[in-house]
């Protein structure tokens, strides 16, 4: 079992920055690919990028190319999200999830946080 407390999420204006992070609880975080995911009110949940075990392949959706980074330290267990030049369409909750995969697709997480609310203003 995985515990992920995702946090750093808020209001910030258009071109600003965040870093969110998630926190997993155990010793088996290394054993996982981790995910990060987000989803907007009457939106499916939609990729934005994920993270190998290890942390040396990393994917990105097309949209955040660029401008998002993930990475991970896995001696803290916890998987980051640096997030730059942000814009409205970027406003939306979103979670980590962890993965024994290296998938893209949210049914093949087997765990996930509550979600951090980023909201990006005009």
């Known amino acids: 079992q995985v515990q992920l407390v995702e946090s750093g999420g808020g209001l910030v204006q258009a071109g600003g920055s965040l870093r969110l992070s998630c926190a997993a609880s155990?010793?088996?975080?290394?054993?996982?690919?981790m995910g990060w995911f987000r989803q907007a009110p009457g939106k499916e949940r939609e990729f934005v990028a994920r993270?190998?075990?290890?942390?040396?392949?990393?994917v990105y959706a097309d949209s955040e190319k660029g401008r998002f980074t993930i990475s991970r330290d896995n001696a803290k267990n916890t998987v980051y999200l640096q997030m730059n030049n942000l814009k409205p369409e970027d406003t939306a909750v979103y979670y980590c999830?962890?993965?024994?995969?290296?998938?893209?697709?949210?049914?093949?997480?087997?765990?996930w946080g509550q979600g951090t609310q980023v909201t990006v203003s005009s």
């Open positions: 999830a962890a993965s024994r995969l290296y998938s893209t697709s949210p049914g093949q997480y087997d765990y």
């Open positions: 155990g010793n088996t975080f290394s054993s996982y690919g």
């Open positions: 993270i190998s075990k290890s942390g040396f392949s990393t």
